[in-house]
């Protein structure tokens, strides 16, 4: 699979609802893809992400099995260079640009090159930025930095716009897995207003409404995750082509 950006950057000029779901595969069963990915097609999801903070499952094993089942785009969503697969059709090459830790700076990027090299995986540079969201998530304990402050509107915009700066192709808004409240809209829609590259919501999506103020404020991609997999009734309101965008 080729051109997984341009394809982005196409569907988000002509306002195409864009949804990722988010498999991590410690929290997903061999078994249970199938059924799975079976309800991924029936929705209005136009991307699989597949990565997690902590990871070890074989997820080579895993990426083919969701890819025998479906012709979205698998995308890794990696916490580590462990999690780094040629089976994948891209990768987001995360650089967590809210914190200050070197290693998820630049460091690990430089460790994941030779296994990169050897692969045809489409590589996605973008600027990942953490948001507290009421709790300590996953990330946060990983990486060792700090989430930014939700009050702290224009230091996100502007760390966000310097990823931006910097050559980042995509911006990624997380408030992390689990998380209590998602990305508030007018966080959303001030980093929204400052960029030119597509922004992604990540984190705390769990309801209908969640998506509609992602996607209101100006969200291009919206990730869902833990939601998807275990509320039925979350699932049966993202079947298409039932399903519509209510703007604010």
């Given at each position: ?7 982005i ?6 306002a ?23 309800k ?28 025998s089942?479906?012709?979205?785009p ?29 290693d ?34 996953s ?8 989430p930014?402050?939700r ?28 998380a ?10 001030k ?24 996607y ?18 979350f ?9 519509k965008?209510?703007?604010?």
């Amino acid at each position: 699979m080729k051109n997984l950006y341009k394809d982005i950057i196409i569907n988000s000029q002509i306002a195409k609802t864009q949804l990722a779901v988010l498999i991590d595969p410690d929290k997903m069963e061999i078994k249970n893809i199938s059924s799975f990915i079976g309800k991924v097609n029936r929705s209005i999801a136009t991307h699989i992400f597949v990565g997690g903070s902590e990871v070890d499952t074989n997820i080579d094993e895993q990426i083919l099995e969701i890819k025998s089942h479906t012709k979205l785009p698998v995308i890794l969503f990696p916490g580590d260079t462990n999690q780094i697969s040629p089976e994948a059709d891209g990768i987001l090459f995360l650089s967590l640009i809210s914190g200050r830790n070197p290693d998820y700076l630049i460091g690990k990027h430089v460790e994941a090159v030779p296994k990169l090299s050897t692969t045809n995986l489409e590589i996605l540079p973008t600027g990942y930025l953490l948001v507290e969201n009421g709790k300590k998530t996953s990330v946060e304990k990983v990486s060792k930095t700090t989430p930014m402050l939700r009050a702290d509107i224009d230091l996100i915009r502007d760390t966000a716009k310097a990823g931006e700066l910097l050559g980042m192709k995509l911006i990624y808004l997380e408030a992390g897995s689990g998380a209590i409240q998602p990305i508030d809209s007018d966080i959303i829609s001030k980093v929204k207003g400052s960029l030119n590259i597509p922004l992604i919501i990540g984190g705390g999506i769990k309801t209908k409404q969640d998506l509609n103020n992602a996607y209101g404020a100006g969200a291009d991609i919206v990730v869902v995750g833990t939601a998807f997999e275990k509320d039925e009734s979350f699932f049966e309101d993202l079947l298409k082509p039932e399903f519509k965008i209510t703007a604010n």
